[in-house]
């Protein structure tokens, strides 16, 4: 029996493991056998209960050319839905219905998009919420009809003189 393996070599098996790299590929990275590796990670499923969990979804990552970058993304999203009470369902048909919109409209969905932020930002203009958007266009169309008319009598009382 040989010296025992280096903390080292130890953290950096269990790195590659949760990295999805083969046990081939991590003996050969380490300079170490491959039984040497599977100890190394049958000792570490003691310590870690969801080792195996965190590299299944390592190996789904890279299957999906997804990087650890990406995957932050979709923790932040994940908790901006569970802050908000939204749950993933009801986001994924969203998106679909939108896509579904967009495909019936013949415009794109990041159209979709502008349109929804030019929307906000009319409503911000007009001091309302985008709940209240409809009724202050329609109290604007008033004002605007009410303008008309005096400018219709001051140009009538014009005429006259």
């Known amino acids: ?4 393996t280096p903390p080292s070599i130890k953290i950096a098996v269990i790195q590659d493991w949760l990295q999805g790299v083969t ?10 056998g491959e039984a040497t ?3 190394i990670i049958q000792k570490a499923r003691t310590n870690i209960p ?8 390592a190996v789904a990552l890279k299957k999906h050319s997804f990087d650890v970058d990406s995957f932050a993304c979709l923790v932040r ?4 839905l569970d802050r908000i009470g939204l ?3 009801k986001l994924e048909t969203l998106l679909e219905e939108i896509n579904v919109h967009c495909y019936i409209e013949g415009t794109s969905e990041k159209d979709f998009i502008s349109k ?18 409809d ?27």
Do not use: C, H, Y
Request: glycine content about 4%.
């Open 1 to 4: 029996m040989g010296a025992p």
């Open 23 to 32: 046990r081939k590929s991590i003996a050969e990275r380490n300079k170490i």
């Open 37 to 39: 590796v599977s100890d």
């Open 50 to 57: 969801d080792l195996d969990l965190m590299r299944g979804l």
């Open 77 to 80: 999203l994940k908790a901006v």
């Open 87 to 89: 749950p993933e369902e």
């Open 116 to 133: 929804i932020d030019e929307v906000f930002e009319l409503a911000s203009e007009l001091n309302t919420s985008i709940w209240g958007i």
């Open 135 to 161: 009724s202050r266009i329609n109290q604007k169309k008033m004002e605007v009809m009410e303008l008309d008319k005096e400018i219709a009598e001051k140009r009538k009382d014009l005429s006259k003189n």
